[in-house]
């Protein structure tokens, strides 16, 4: 009789995108942060969508916008509306660097009380939601964009957030294990990115949102914004 693991019945087994869902949604529990930092996209709604569900209200959501123009605060608006929790766009000016968007939103949110905010950071780089992952599905294209988020994102988010404590749910222990049992071809094929995420999304969050082009960082160019 095998006493250690306990679970080694899960070992090797084939993962659904409920399993992440139902981990997802364990992680926001345990959290139990009512902030969220709302892009207005599938991942950062998806979160809300969570959220809600487990924690119910109050949420509060904020949004980095350059304009009530930009795609971000026109999506972030329609998803804070679809769940009914607050929102407060926050607005920085276009032709800021991003490391100083960074700084500038997070020093707005302590200005505002706010002393922790979930955010949706990593889902990008394990989940394939970057266009590369769609004309490169290979394996070593994949692991370079993980090897890429901690020197390219979240350094320079732990180091412009400042005093504002900033929580992680995609990027939990958990939540990576499982995704990494899950091959790149039920991650991403030639039609759709994060396929997982999409899974997930669909039939809870606005159809326009799961199916909204993906924007470069406070850009709201279609030709620059592709990634």
């Not at 979160?47 to 924690?55: H, R, V």
């Not at 901690?150 to 320079?156: K, R």
Request: aromatic share 12%; charged share 25%; hydrophobic share 40%.
């Amino acid at each position: 009789m095998i006493k250690y693991p306990q679970k080694w019945k899960e070992i090797g087994r084939k993962i659904d995108p409920a399993d992440i869902g139902a981990v997802m949604q364990r992680v926001i529990q345990k959290l139990n942060v009512r902030n969220l930092s709302l892009s207005g996209g599938i991942d950062s709604t998806l979160l809300l969508y969570f959220m809600k569900k487990i924690l119910g209200d109050p949420i509060s959501c904020y949004t980095i916008s350059c304009d009530e123009k930009h795609p971000d605060y026109i999506h972030a608006k329609m998803a804070t509306e679809f769940f009914g929790v607050f929102f407060h766009p926050q607005f920085v000016k276009e032709e800021m660097a991003p490391d100083e968007i960074v700084a500038t939103f997070y020093k707005q949110l302590s200005n505002l009380g706010v002393r922790e905010i979930i955010a949706g950071d990593g889902i990008d780089e394990f989940a394939c939601g970057y266009y590369s992952h769609e004309k490169d599905r290979s394996e070593e294209n994949y692991i370079s964009w993980i090897r890429r988020l901690n020197p390219e994102h979240l350094v320079p988010l732990n180091e412009n957030s400042g005093a504002v404590s900033v929580y992680l749910p995609y990027l939990s222990p958990e939540v990576i294990a499982l995704f990494s049992l899950v091959p790149l071809s039920e991650k991403v094929d030639s039609y759709r990115r994060k396929r997982i995420i999409v899974a997930l999304a669909q039939g809870n969050i606005p159809d326009e949102i799961v199916n909204r082009w993906k924007y470069g960082f406070c850009d709201a160019s279609h030709d620059k914004g592709k990634i």
